[in-house]
């Protein structure tokens, strides 16, 4: 560093570390960027398909977490690397979109980009490379619409909807019981969508777990479940035809806001004091009774006094209900969260057909039951598992079932899994590539070969030969013009995937290769990596 004088006399500094900034750029810049994106897909590959494995990731405080949903893994991975940051966000915006193919996205944008770098070593333009890869997103894009096929399906028919969902959780660790959890997301979406506006609000379903228990004693509760018990041990386990007083106000005497200190002296002060106080809670009480509530949901805690004056009114109180569970409670049971207790109306009451108080295992463990409610619109999904890992990963693949079954109510048309979808789209792509006369055409080819990464590493994951299985596969379906052959990774002794009942989302497939290709598109544009030295 120097210091030096402008023609005013005043200092300036001279940096001398300028030249020490590691710079990358050109044909470098751009092998580097694709190295990082191949790294992350690389790790990902392996937890593709029904066979794929999963990951443990740990975190700085020790916390481990098991799971194969490439959203979770990349996003608890610590990455520095910008463009392995990319790769991050793309499966996050495949998640937050679509809620599943969070794998599969990272897999095919890592493919695209080890196809690109051959035709860079060749000596075309990375631009024309992007170019092209546009041009075969669209027709990719274009022939998935072409193969996808509607299926219809009602509240009393919803098979369609198990089985695409079953799809989704075959990848996953719970894919044992695949078919009850497929059918309780299912259910428990149908139970909140809209189809009229072919809506559906995720919010409403609650995912509750509990370790203990087997995974097949997951259920899904038509209505709220809190992990809160009766404030009192000897208030009624179970009432029915409750009505509910959902309260945001404590069973507390009323605090002044000025600072105060009150003296108390003599035996006879006390007594007024204690029975100004039991007055408040008597009158709180009775508030709640005059009304004709029979339970009462508090967001606060209460005094001792409080909780035994319940108790001996024979009112069930429950306290300190966190915000959302308490909104929950009150869409489900159709009541009004309250304030205050002058508030406190007829009207404003949730409507419960029963609450039950359930305990689990020889713990203490308990939980409340509100079911049967007014408005069915909120439900929960109550999962058991062996431990808390599980727990948490069943939750992920519920999620992505959930998702799915939205998706499909939104809209119905499904593509077949297995591979098949990216393999008839990559031979629909290699012929569409001759009638473009450009150097396009070969970024279009690139993109028809890394279309087969995907069904290759279904392959893989599978224990089979990964380029004999893909070209006996692809050979089929160019040969009997059916796009639904794909890998038959469960070694059913078919590649039909029809036969099999492998479905995917259009929408979710077709998010896959826009985001991808979006992607591949940006890092193929940086020719230029400037990162400061390191002290």
Known sequence: MALAFDEYGRPFIILREQEQKTRLRGLDAQKANISAGKAVARILRTSLGPKGMDKMLQSPDGEVTVTNDGAT???QMDVDNQIAKLMVELSQSQDYEIGDGTTGVVVLAGALLEHAE????RGIHPIRVAEGYEMASRIAFDHLQ????KFEFGLDNIEPLVRTCMTTLSSKIVNRCKRDLAEIAVKAVLAVADLERKDVNLDLIKVEGKVGGKLEDTELVYGILIDKDMSHPQMPKRIEDAKIAILTCPFEPPKPKTKHKV????VEKFQTLRLQEQKYFDDMVQQCKDVGATLVICQWGFDDEANHLLMHRNL????WVGGVELELIAIATGGRIVPRFQELTPDKLGKAGIVREKSFGTTKDRMLYIEHCANSRAVTIFIRGGNKMMIEETKRSIHDALCV???????NSIVYGGGSAEISCSVAVEAAADKYPGVEQ???RAFADALDSVPMALAENSGLQPIETLSAVKSQQIKENNPHCGIDCNDVGTNDMREQNVFETLIGKQQQILLATQVVKM???IDDVISPSDF
């Open 73 to 75: 893994i990349l996003e």
């Open 405 to 411: 079954a939205r998706n499909l109510i939104r809209n």
């Open 442 to 444: 070969y970024a279009i």
């Open 146 to 149: 072409h193969i996808s096929q």
């Open 263 to 266: 003296d108390i002296d003599t």
């Open 316 to 319: 069930p109180a429950v306290r």
């Open 118 to 121: 051959r035709l860079l070593e």
């Open 523 to 525: 890092i193929l544009k």
